[in-house]
């Protein structure tokens, strides 16, 4: 049954490919209705097991850091197209498999959604699992934060091997008494602690951060240049980082701790690290002509907030804000009114756009932005938007998941794109 599942797979994922579609998740979707088996059976061919990274802001970079520096050493199966539901590991299994089912890779390293997390952990025990930040997130989806937390939990009590935590984050704190597995601390610099707030922080609950705190690996420093400083056990790590948005900064700390866990040598997570770009859309720099734009995905307050701390310094003529409502963005968008918008006072320019274009542009006003054009229509939206930037000019577009993959498509008909 397993290699029908994985005929047919293929075979759907080969015409989406004729016909322009990315195939991210379709073809595993059918593999495993065919045969509920299929990610058991098949991820049991991997030597060095599974590495599975999860939490609410960061996975699909700290994804893309850790398959780069792991490449060094190993034959990495990965899902980096973002899709983050068991169906997107099996559709990278379906796309990666021989025809006679062989998965011909040493280590997976997988990004999942918190709720497929647990929904994937009980179908297979992975060897270690990243657990980044939670967050409140798509309130309609997952409800409370405490549920959230709960889910994750479920992945972390069935991990076998090796379990990275952040230690700033009191929720993912006391997920070490859930698992056998041994636990590796990772934070930041107690001077970083107003840029990395966690969840009861942002919200008025502040709860006091564990004052002795003994990392295995710490982001020490931080520039808008991208060079951070990490200590990694008693070892300083200066590195370069060309996606050094204040986020990744701070998983790329996980990340480092993960892959010196894994046997990978502190020079070369270095150079793997200053070889990694943006993840699509988080933080992406594009070029149009002469001028340039960043987009950058957002989906809650706190991923909200990274971002504009991460453009603050750059002088950003334009400022578009994408807010769609899709399942996939989460139909619930009252979280706009938990995020501080004063930066974008700065910009000459700003447009709202997407299903929410009227709302965003509503909540701006209560932060007394002028919004100077509020266009539903994504495609209008753009050229609106590429118009106002003269050459040379940058502008920044801030986007949820549904319209950063829409705006991708219209941005790749008139300048080169990097293909996910």
């Not at 006072?345 to 274009?357: C, D, E, Y």
């Not at 920044?396 to 790749?412: E, N, S, W």
Request: aromatic share 8%; proline share 1%; net charge positive.
């Amino acid at each position: 049954m397993r290699l029908i599942a994985l005929y047919l797979g293929k075979t759907v994922y080969c015409l989406m490919k004729l016909f322009g579609r990315h195939g991210a998740a379709l073809p595993g979707l059918i593999a495993e209705k065919l045969d509920a088996n299929f990610l058991n059976s098949s991820l049991n061919q991997l030597a060095q097991g599974v590495v599975v990274i999860t939490g609410t802001n960061g996975k699909t970079t700290s994804t893309k850091m850790l398959s780069a520096i792991l490449k060094t050493n190993m034959r990495v199966l990965t899902n980096p197209t973002g899709s983050n539901f068991t169906r997107g590991i099996a559709s990278a299994i379906v796309r990666h498999s021989d025809w006679l089912g062989r998965l011909k890779y040493d280590i997976g390293v997988f990004e999942l959604d918190e709720a497929y997390a647990a929904k994937f952990a009980e179908v297979f025990n992975p060897c270690m699992t990243i657990v980044l930040n939670v967050m409140r997130d798509q309130m309609d989806r997952f409800g409370e934060i405490d549920h959230t937390s709960n889910l994750i939990a479920k992945v972390v009590a069935k991990t076998t091997n090796i379990i990275v935590l952040n230690h700033d984050d009191s929720r993912v704190r006391k997920m070490h008494k859930l698992s056998d597995a041994k636990t590796f601390w990772f934070g930041v610099d107690d001077g970083l602690s107003d840029i990395y707030r966690n969840d009861d922080d942002l919200h008025g609950n502040a709860k006091a951060r564990c004052s002795d705190k003994k990392l295995d690996c710490m982001l020490k420093k931080i520039d808008q240049d991208g060079q951070l400083q990490f200590i990694l056990g008693g070892q300083t790590l200066d590195i370069h980082l060309e996606s050094a948005t204040t986020y990744n900064a701070q998983n790329a700390a996980a990340v480092i701790l993960a892959a010196s866990r894994l046997g990978i040598a502190a020079d070369n997570i270095a150079a793997g690290l200053a070889r990694v770009k943006p993840a699509f859309g988080r933080g992406e720099h594009i070029k149009v002509g002469k001028k340039s734009l960043v987009l950058q995905l957002v989906k809650n307050p706190g991923g909200f907030r990274q971002a504009l701390i991460s453009s603050r310094t750059n002088d950003h003529y334009a400022t578009m804000v994408a807010i769609n409502d899709d399942y996939a963005d989460g139909r619930d968008v009252s979280w706009l009114w938990d995020v501080d918008f004063g930066q974008i006072k700065t910009s000459k320019f700003v447009i709202t756009s997407g299903a929410r274009a009227d709302d965003m542009a509503l909540r701006l006003k209560y932060d007394g932005i002028k919004t100077h054009v509020t266009e539903e229509d994504l495609e209008k939206a753009v050229t609106i938007f590429l118009d106002s930037l003269k050459g040379g000019q940058s502008g920044v577009v801030f986007t949820t998941y549904t319209a950063m993959l829409k705006l991708r498509k219209l941005i790749a008909k008139i300048t080169e794109i990097d293909k996910i």
